[in-house]
Protein backbone atom coordinates (compact mmCIF):
# COMPACT_ATOMS: atom_id res chain seq x y z
CA UNK A 1 0.00 0.00 0.00
CA UNK A 2 1.31 3.31 -0.55
CA UNK A 3 2.18 5.62 2.34
CA UNK A 4 1.35 8.50 4.16
CA UNK A 5 4.01 9.46 6.35
CA UNK A 6 3.13 11.52 9.18
CA UNK A 7 5.71 13.61 11.45
CA UNK A 8 6.19 13.90 14.68
CA UNK A 9 4.53 10.80 16.57
CA UNK A 10 4.38 12.72 19.35
CA UNK A 11 4.14 16.44 20.11
CA UNK A 12 3.89 17.96 23.50
CA UNK A 13 3.08 22.07 23.16
CA UNK A 14 2.39 24.52 25.48
CA UNK A 15 -0.97 25.86 26.35
CA UNK A 16 -1.13 29.00 23.81
CA UNK A 17 1.59 27.36 21.75
CA UNK A 18 1.56 26.20 17.70
CA UNK A 19 0.94 22.73 17.16
CA UNK A 20 2.23 21.80 13.68
CA UNK A 21 1.92 18.48 12.18
CA UNK A 22 3.23 17.23 8.85
CA UNK A 23 2.44 14.64 6.27
CA UNK A 24 4.53 13.35 3.20
CA UNK A 25 2.87 11.65 0.51
CA UNK A 26 3.60 9.45 -2.26
CA UNK A 27 0.92 9.43 -4.92
CA UNK A 28 0.27 12.64 -6.94
CA UNK A 29 -3.32 11.30 -8.28
CA UNK A 30 -5.40 12.77 -5.26
CA UNK A 31 -8.23 15.32 -4.87
CA UNK A 32 -8.61 15.44 -1.20
CA UNK A 33 -6.54 15.61 2.00
CA UNK A 34 -8.09 15.55 4.62
CA UNK A 35 -7.28 15.75 8.65
CA UNK A 36 -9.05 13.48 11.38
CA UNK A 37 -9.07 14.06 14.86
CA UNK A 38 -8.96 11.24 18.04
CA UNK A 39 -9.78 11.53 20.98
CA UNK A 40 -9.64 8.48 23.35
CA UNK A 41 -12.12 6.21 23.10
CA UNK A 42 -13.72 7.47 20.12
CA UNK A 43 -13.30 7.30 16.44
CA UNK A 44 -11.55 9.90 14.29
CA UNK A 45 -13.44 12.78 13.44
CA UNK A 46 -13.02 14.71 10.25
CA UNK A 47 -11.34 18.10 11.29
CA UNK A 48 -10.63 20.11 8.22
CA UNK A 49 -9.43 18.87 4.85
CA UNK A 50 -7.50 21.16 1.87
CA UNK A 51 -7.96 20.56 -2.41
CA UNK A 52 -4.25 20.89 -4.24
CA UNK A 53 -5.67 23.30 -5.98
CA UNK A 54 -4.97 26.02 -2.73
CA UNK A 55 -2.01 26.21 -1.27
CA UNK A 56 -3.86 26.59 2.17
CA UNK A 57 -6.87 26.28 4.39
CA UNK A 58 -8.00 28.04 7.49
CA UNK A 59 -10.70 27.26 9.99
CA UNK A 60 -10.61 29.09 13.18
CA UNK A 61 -7.62 27.69 14.90
CA UNK A 62 -6.71 24.97 12.30
CA UNK A 63 -5.00 25.97 9.32
CA UNK A 64 -3.86 23.13 6.51
CA UNK A 65 -1.15 24.48 4.40
CA UNK A 66 0.14 22.62 1.39
CA UNK A 67 3.25 22.38 -0.67
CA UNK A 68 2.83 20.41 -4.37
CA UNK A 69 6.32 20.84 -4.80
CA UNK A 70 7.64 18.92 -1.84
CA UNK A 71 4.23 16.85 -1.62
CA UNK A 72 3.86 17.84 1.87
CA UNK A 73 0.98 19.14 3.90
CA UNK A 74 1.08 20.51 6.84
CA UNK A 75 -1.95 20.74 10.05
CA UNK A 76 -1.46 23.76 11.83
CA UNK A 77 -3.23 24.21 15.28
CA UNK A 78 -2.44 28.33 16.64
CA UNK A 79 -3.10 29.36 20.22
CA UNK A 80 -3.50 25.42 21.09
CA UNK A 81 -5.34 24.29 23.76
CA UNK A 82 -5.96 21.38 26.15
CA UNK A 83 -9.25 20.46 24.45
CA UNK A 84 -6.97 20.05 21.36
CA UNK A 85 -5.09 17.19 23.16
CA UNK A 86 -5.67 13.98 20.69
CA UNK A 87 -4.25 11.74 18.02
CA UNK A 88 -4.20 13.64 14.57
CA UNK A 89 -4.22 11.63 11.15
CA UNK A 90 -3.74 12.97 8.20
CA UNK A 91 -4.27 10.45 4.71
CA UNK A 92 -5.23 11.06 0.87
CA UNK A 93 -8.77 10.66 -0.11
CA UNK A 94 -8.59 9.30 -3.79
CA UNK A 95 -7.72 5.42 -3.36
CA UNK A 96 -9.55 3.68 -0.67
CA UNK A 97 -6.89 1.45 -0.29
CA UNK A 98 -4.58 4.15 0.86
CA UNK A 99 -4.07 4.09 5.17
CA UNK A 100 -3.95 6.63 7.29
CA UNK A 101 -1.24 8.02 8.10
CA UNK A 102 0.44 6.76 11.48
CA UNK A 103 -0.88 9.67 13.65
CA UNK A 104 0.42 12.24 15.81
CA UNK A 105 -0.31 11.94 19.92
CA UNK A 106 -0.90 15.61 20.73
CA UNK A 107 -0.43 16.53 24.35
CA UNK A 108 -1.30 20.55 25.47
CA UNK A 109 0.35 21.54 28.68
CA UNK A 110 -0.23 24.07 30.72
CA UNK B 1 -23.29 10.92 18.22
CA UNK B 2 -21.84 10.07 14.59
CA UNK B 3 -24.79 8.55 12.78
CA UNK B 4 -22.04 5.70 12.40
CA UNK B 5 -23.63 2.45 15.27
CA UNK B 6 -21.14 -0.29 16.13
CA UNK B 7 -21.96 -2.86 18.36
CA UNK B 8 -20.57 -4.15 20.28
CA UNK B 9 -18.83 -1.10 21.94
CA UNK B 10 -16.55 -3.88 23.84
CA UNK B 11 -15.82 -7.89 23.35
CA UNK B 12 -13.23 -9.86 25.00
CA UNK B 13 -13.26 -13.39 23.70
CA UNK B 14 -10.56 -16.64 23.59
CA UNK B 15 -8.02 -17.44 21.30
CA UNK B 16 -9.49 -19.93 18.36
CA UNK B 17 -13.13 -18.41 18.78
CA UNK B 18 -15.25 -15.99 15.92
CA UNK B 19 -16.60 -13.07 16.85
CA UNK B 20 -19.09 -11.16 14.70
CA UNK B 21 -18.96 -7.18 14.55
CA UNK B 22 -21.72 -5.11 13.50
CA UNK B 23 -22.24 -1.88 12.24
CA UNK B 24 -25.03 0.37 10.83
CA UNK B 25 -23.75 3.09 8.59
CA UNK B 26 -25.12 6.58 8.46
CA UNK B 27 -28.60 6.69 7.14
CA UNK B 28 -28.17 7.56 2.97
CA UNK B 29 -24.55 6.16 3.15
CA UNK B 30 -24.09 3.61 0.58
CA UNK B 31 -20.26 2.55 1.64
CA UNK B 32 -18.69 1.14 4.70
CA UNK B 33 -15.08 0.61 5.71
CA UNK B 34 -13.55 -1.13 8.27
CA UNK B 35 -10.22 0.17 9.54
CA UNK B 36 -8.30 -2.10 12.38
CA UNK B 37 -6.35 0.18 15.01
CA UNK B 38 -4.01 -1.98 17.38
CA UNK B 39 -2.11 0.00 20.52
CA UNK B 40 -0.06 2.84 19.22
CA UNK B 41 -0.91 1.91 15.86
CA UNK B 42 -2.37 3.91 13.14
CA UNK B 43 -5.39 3.02 11.38
CA UNK B 44 -5.53 -0.18 8.77
CA UNK B 45 -7.92 -0.12 6.03
CA UNK B 46 -9.09 -3.62 5.86
CA UNK B 47 -12.08 -3.65 3.76
CA UNK B 48 -14.79 -1.61 1.74
CA UNK B 49 -18.72 -2.55 0.78
CA UNK B 50 -20.76 -0.60 -1.49
CA UNK B 51 -24.14 -1.15 -1.50
CA UNK B 52 -23.78 -4.36 -0.89
CA UNK B 53 -20.61 -5.75 -3.04
CA UNK B 54 -17.23 -5.61 -2.21
CA UNK B 55 -15.27 -2.76 -3.68
CA UNK B 56 -12.05 -2.79 -2.14
CA UNK B 57 -9.78 -4.64 -0.12
CA UNK B 58 -6.97 -3.74 2.00
CA UNK B 59 -4.65 -5.81 4.28
CA UNK B 60 -7.34 -8.39 5.68
CA UNK B 61 -6.43 -11.67 7.26
CA UNK B 62 -7.88 -14.57 5.42
CA UNK B 63 -9.07 -15.50 8.54
CA UNK B 64 -11.51 -12.15 8.45
CA UNK B 65 -14.44 -11.59 5.93
CA UNK B 66 -17.15 -9.09 5.66
CA UNK B 67 -20.25 -8.49 3.95
CA UNK B 68 -22.96 -5.70 3.68
CA UNK B 69 -26.70 -6.70 3.43
CA UNK B 70 -29.88 -5.09 1.60
CA UNK B 71 -30.54 -2.50 4.72
CA UNK B 72 -26.76 -1.65 4.15
CA UNK B 73 -25.61 -2.64 7.62
CA UNK B 74 -22.60 -4.80 7.45
CA UNK B 75 -20.76 -7.21 9.74
CA UNK B 76 -16.87 -7.91 10.11
CA UNK B 77 -16.38 -12.19 10.88
CA UNK B 78 -13.22 -12.37 12.95
CA UNK B 79 -12.29 -16.06 12.98
CA UNK B 80 -9.56 -18.62 15.02
CA UNK B 81 -8.64 -15.35 16.76
CA UNK B 82 -5.45 -14.52 17.90
CA UNK B 83 -3.69 -12.78 20.37
CA UNK B 84 -2.34 -10.46 18.25
CA UNK B 85 -6.01 -9.81 16.51
CA UNK B 86 -7.10 -7.45 19.79
CA UNK B 87 -7.58 -3.83 18.46
CA UNK B 88 -9.91 -1.40 17.79
CA UNK B 89 -12.26 -2.25 15.15
CA UNK B 90 -14.03 1.29 13.28
CA UNK B 91 -16.69 1.30 10.96
CA UNK B 92 -16.71 4.27 8.72
CA UNK B 93 -19.49 5.14 6.04
CA UNK B 94 -19.69 7.54 3.57
CA UNK B 95 -22.18 8.60 0.50
CA UNK B 96 -20.06 8.09 -2.82
CA UNK B 97 -18.13 5.23 -4.06
CA UNK B 98 -14.90 6.32 -3.69
CA UNK B 99 -12.36 9.15 -3.57
CA UNK B 100 -14.07 12.43 -2.49
CA UNK B 101 -15.56 11.20 0.23
CA UNK B 102 -15.76 14.18 2.22
CA UNK B 103 -18.74 12.55 4.01
CA UNK B 104 -16.20 9.90 5.61
CA UNK B 105 -17.85 9.09 9.09
CA UNK B 106 -16.39 6.86 11.86
CA UNK B 107 -18.47 4.61 14.61
CA UNK B 108 -17.32 4.72 18.17
CA UNK B 109 -15.43 1.37 17.44
CA UNK B 110 -15.44 -1.92 19.18
CA UNK B 111 -13.17 -2.45 21.24
CA UNK B 112 -12.12 -6.43 20.76
CA UNK B 113 -9.79 -8.58 23.76
CA UNK B 114 -8.11 -11.84 22.75
CA UNK B 115 -7.33 -13.67 26.06
Known amino acids: QQQVKQSPQSLIVQKGGISIINCAYENTAFDYFPWYQQFPGKGPALLIA?????SEKKEGRFTISFNKSAKQFSLHIMDSQPGDSATYFCRQATCEKLTFGTGTRLTIIP | DSGVTQTPKHLITATGQRVTLRCSPR?????VYWYQQSLDQGLQFLIQYYNGEERAKGNILERFSAQQFPDLHSELNLSSLELGDSALYFCASSIPLTGANYGYTFGSGTRLTVV
Open chain 2, 27 to 31: SGDLS
Open chain 1, 50 to 54: IRPDV
